[in-house]
């Protein structure tokens, strides 16, 4: 095991948010990190590795331990179910998941479709509630499938609810709040737990702060 702390951020809406907390925790992140298109990138100083991956893949880069710690949607970490230690909700990235579809529409009796890039949590969301649906994984433009007959309903994520709106569609129910979470390799928690700790106490401290906690 490398004597590095190699931690995995998501690239796209959760990134500027992550690295922003880490800053104000003190991380001397190098100056040009936002804006460079390396996959990789070291920051010496303080004895660290980012690999910047697409964010359904943080939480196996950290099962696998190619990672030792990683931020991580709790989005991600419901649909993905990995084996990795949950370490501290960061408050950040807020939204929720949701089943929208056109308004005023019925749910086929029928084995109705649910389109969505979350087939697990869509069928446990659906199967608790004794509705039997068929799941269709689509891993891009989601809201696409009621407009075109694709599905009679789609769970997505959900921020400000534009992109719904400018699509046509409805809210029908909300599932659950997400939020960016710290998580960690089970190995690197013990053998790097210093370290480890260290990071949940610092970022800790920065997320009370902007709750308004201290």
Do not use: W
């Amino acid at each position: 095991m490398s004597d590095l702390l190699t931690i995995a951020l998501p690239k796209g809406r959760i990134f500027e948010e992550a690295i922003e907390l880490l800053r104000r925790a003190g991380y001397r992140i190098p100056p040009d990190f936002d804006e460079s298109r390396k996959l990789i990138i070291e920051a010496e100083e303080e004895g660290m590795r980012f690999i910047l991956a697409k964010p359904m893949d943080v939480p196996t880069y950290v099962e696998h331990g190619v990672a030792d710690i990683g931020i991580a949607g709790k989005d991600v970490m419901l649909e993905e179910e990995r084996d990795v230690y949950e370490l501290l909700d960061l408050q950040i990235s807020h939204c929720y998941l949701a089943v929208a579809g056109l308004p005023g529409t019925q749910l086929n009796e029928v084995a109705p479709k649910i389109a969505t890039k979350y087939p697990n949590v869509a069928s446990s969301f659906f199967r608790a509630k004794g509705e039997q649906v068929e799941i269709i994984k689509l891993n891009g433009s989601i809201e696409l499938a009621p407009l075109i007959g694709l599905a009679d309903r789609i769970v997505d994520i959900v921020s400000t609810g534009r992109t719904l709106k400018e699509n046509g569609l409805a809210e029908y129910e909300k599932i659950v709040s997400i939020t960016s979470r710290l998580i960690v390799n089970p190995v690197s928690y013990r053998l790097k737990d210093k370290i480890v700790h260290d990071m949940v106490k610092r970022l800790t401290e920065v997320v009370q702060k902007q709750q308004g906690g201290l």
